[in-house]
């Protein structure tokens, strides 16, 4: 299983807004995915959180995600592109936060896992939350599209 060092230094090196932002991937396993992002880096005119970072974040918190279904398969790539996303922004973010990325329907995972080894492409929808102070302040949700570099 990948490691959340391994996923925030792939982040930090191959997507440099991820550094940018501060982004760290705390949790990391084939059903979930949390990453912390400090609201410093990211604070916009009203001192809440950018709703550009709240984006970003869910989105590269769903890539973890995928990043650790794709390991299962075989390895990680760069080959993953998200098809679709979208955001409801529920509530201001004024710290710190976390997003925690889980599959839209619990067994795709292993559905996603032995399409791409057949196939060598996959594709999977993920849902996010942007959680501060206990609350949820934005939902994610993105179709992520996979292709094997094997």
Do not use: W
Request: aromatic share 8%; glycine share 8%.
């Amino acid at each position: 299983m990948v490691t959340p060092a391994e996923i925030t230094q792939h982040f930090h090196s191959k997507i440099p807004i991820s550094r940018e932002m501060g982004l760290e991937v705390r949790e990391i396993s084939s059903s979930r995915a949390i990453v912390f992002v400090p609201l410093k880096p990211n604070i916009n005119h009203v001192q809440t959180a950018f709703g550009g970072s709240l984006y970003a974040a869910a989105a590269l918190s769903c890539y973890a995600l995928f990043q650790a279904l794709a390991r299962e398969a075989g390895g990680l790539s760069d080959e993953l592109v998200i098809q679709e996303g979208r955001i409801q922004y529920l509530a201001p973010v004024s710290g710190d936060f976390t997003v925690e990325s889980s599959l839209e329907n619990p067994g795709d995972d292993q559905v996603f896992i032995s399409t791409l080894r057949r196939k060598g492409r996959a594709r999977l929808k993920l849902n996010a939350k942007a959680m501060y102070l206990g609350k949820v302040c934005a939902q994610f949700g993105g179709t992520y599209v996979f292709k094997s570099s094997n």
